[in-house]
């Protein structure tokens, strides 16, 4: 598995936006690391292991903090 990048036009974003607000289209999450765990996170990601996309979380809002 490796990294792909495309682009796409405004008329596809806004049909994707569209899916995701819908809820037809869903991202398949597999886990959120914070940023200092970035090397486990590749670890894990080139494991084979994962069934969804690692999420990187680079920083939080002070409402982050205080929902937790």
């Known amino acids: 598995m490796g ?3 495309t682009t796409i036009d405004n008329r596809e974003h806004a049909a994707l936006n569209e899916l995701l607000a819908q809820g037809t289209l869903r991202p398949i999450i597999d886990r ?3 940023l200092d765990q970035i090397n486990d996170a590749l670890q894990y990601s ?3 292991h994962a069934t969804g996309k690692i999420v ?3 920083a ?3 409402a ?4 937790h």
């Not at 982050?64 to 929902?67: E, I, Y």
């Open 64 to 67: 982050d903090q205080n929902a």
């Open 3 to 5: 990294l792909i990048i």
């Open 56 to 58: 990187i979380e680079v």
């Open 60 to 62: 939080t809002t002070s």
């Open 32 to 34: 959120v690391m914070p």
């Open 46 to 48: 080139h494991s084979g």
